[in-house]
Protein backbone atom coordinates (compact mmCIF):
# COMPACT_ATOMS: atom_id res chain seq x y z
CA UNK A 1 0.00 0.00 0.00
CA UNK A 2 1.47 3.26 -1.01
CA UNK A 3 1.91 6.24 1.33
CA UNK A 4 2.83 9.61 1.73
CA UNK A 5 3.82 10.74 4.86
CA UNK A 6 4.59 14.90 5.35
CA UNK A 7 6.72 16.19 8.31
CA UNK A 8 7.86 19.97 8.72
CA UNK A 9 5.10 22.39 9.32
CA UNK A 10 4.43 24.28 12.24
CA UNK A 11 3.86 28.09 13.00
CA UNK A 12 6.45 30.82 11.49
CA UNK A 13 6.65 34.42 11.79
CA UNK A 14 6.08 36.34 8.41
CA UNK A 15 8.96 36.52 5.87
CA UNK A 16 10.31 33.33 8.10
CA UNK A 17 11.02 29.71 6.36
CA UNK A 18 9.68 26.16 6.94
CA UNK A 19 11.08 23.05 5.18
CA UNK A 20 7.93 20.44 4.33
CA UNK A 21 9.45 16.98 3.20
CA UNK A 22 7.24 14.02 1.95
CA UNK A 23 8.07 10.60 2.24
CA UNK A 24 6.92 8.01 -0.05
CA UNK A 25 6.47 4.10 1.13
CA UNK A 26 4.94 0.95 -0.22
CA UNK A 27 6.45 1.13 -3.82
CA UNK A 28 9.77 -0.06 -5.74
CA UNK A 29 8.56 2.61 -8.74
CA UNK A 30 9.51 6.20 -9.00
CA UNK A 31 6.61 8.37 -8.99
CA UNK A 32 6.32 10.02 -12.74
CA UNK A 33 5.63 13.36 -10.87
CA UNK A 34 5.09 14.80 -7.27
CA UNK A 35 4.11 17.95 -5.29
CA UNK A 36 2.73 19.90 -2.96
CA UNK A 37 -1.05 21.43 -2.48
CA UNK A 38 -2.89 23.64 -0.20
CA UNK A 39 -6.05 24.32 1.34
CA UNK A 40 -7.11 27.30 3.21
CA UNK A 41 -10.47 27.59 5.19
CA UNK A 42 -13.58 28.46 2.65
CA UNK A 43 -10.87 28.25 -0.44
CA UNK A 44 -10.14 24.87 -2.62
CA UNK A 45 -7.50 22.88 -2.75
CA UNK A 46 -4.81 24.58 -5.19
CA UNK A 47 -1.30 23.40 -6.75
CA UNK A 48 1.34 25.09 -4.88
CA UNK A 49 3.93 23.58 -6.87
CA UNK A 50 5.32 20.34 -8.68
CA UNK A 51 7.87 18.13 -10.04
CA UNK A 52 8.46 15.55 -12.51
CA UNK A 53 10.91 12.74 -12.20
CA UNK A 54 13.04 14.55 -15.00
CA UNK A 55 13.58 17.71 -12.55
CA UNK A 56 10.58 20.11 -14.65
CA UNK A 57 9.23 22.08 -11.99
CA UNK A 58 6.03 24.63 -11.67
CA UNK A 59 4.93 27.00 -9.29
CA UNK A 60 1.65 28.96 -8.84
CA UNK A 61 2.11 32.60 -9.37
CA UNK A 62 1.82 33.57 -5.86
CA UNK A 63 5.05 31.38 -4.73
CA UNK A 64 7.60 32.23 -7.74
CA UNK A 65 10.62 33.61 -6.40
CA UNK A 66 10.09 32.28 -3.05
CA UNK A 67 9.05 28.56 -2.93
CA UNK A 68 11.68 25.74 -3.98
CA UNK A 69 10.54 22.35 -5.13
CA UNK A 70 13.10 19.55 -5.11
CA UNK A 71 13.23 15.57 -4.84
CA UNK A 72 15.11 12.59 -3.97
CA UNK A 73 14.02 10.17 -6.97
CA UNK A 74 15.98 7.31 -5.54
CA UNK A 75 14.22 7.38 -2.14
CA UNK A 76 10.36 8.76 -3.45
CA UNK A 77 10.88 11.84 -0.99
CA UNK A 78 9.78 15.63 -2.37
CA UNK A 79 10.76 18.78 -0.43
CA UNK A 80 8.98 22.54 0.03
CA UNK A 81 11.78 25.39 0.86
CA UNK A 82 9.40 27.91 1.39
CA UNK A 83 11.10 31.35 2.41
CA UNK A 84 9.44 34.88 2.62
CA UNK A 85 6.09 33.62 4.29
CA UNK A 86 3.19 35.73 4.13
CA UNK A 87 -0.04 35.48 6.46
CA UNK A 88 -1.57 34.12 3.01
CA UNK A 89 0.84 31.52 2.84
CA UNK A 90 -1.13 29.34 5.89
CA UNK A 91 -3.11 25.98 4.88
CA UNK A 92 -2.98 22.46 5.12
CA UNK A 93 -0.31 21.39 2.96
CA UNK A 94 -0.37 18.23 1.06
CA UNK A 95 1.82 15.94 -0.62
CA UNK A 96 0.86 14.73 -3.91
CA UNK A 97 2.21 11.74 -5.83
CA UNK A 98 1.44 10.02 -9.26
CA UNK A 99 2.44 7.30 -11.13
CA UNK A 100 0.79 6.49 -14.68
CA UNK A 101 -2.95 6.68 -13.96
CA UNK A 102 -2.99 6.23 -10.47
CA UNK A 103 -2.91 9.38 -7.61
CA UNK A 104 -1.82 9.56 -3.95
CA UNK A 105 -2.61 12.23 -1.17
CA UNK A 106 -0.43 12.84 2.40
CA UNK A 107 -2.77 13.32 5.28
CA UNK A 108 -1.47 17.10 4.88
CA UNK A 109 0.43 19.23 7.11
CA UNK A 110 -0.52 22.20 9.00
CA UNK A 111 1.16 25.39 7.95
CA UNK A 112 0.38 28.90 10.01
CA UNK A 113 1.94 32.02 9.17
CA UNK A 114 1.18 34.64 12.20
CA UNK A 115 3.03 37.08 14.05
Known amino acids: QVQLVESGGGLVQPGGSLRLSCAGS????????MGWYRQAPGNQRELVARISDGGGTAYTDSVKGRFTISRDNGKNIVYLQMNSLKPEDTAVYYC?????????WGQGTQVTVSS
Open 26 to 33: GTIFRFNA
Open 96 to 104: HAQRVSSEY
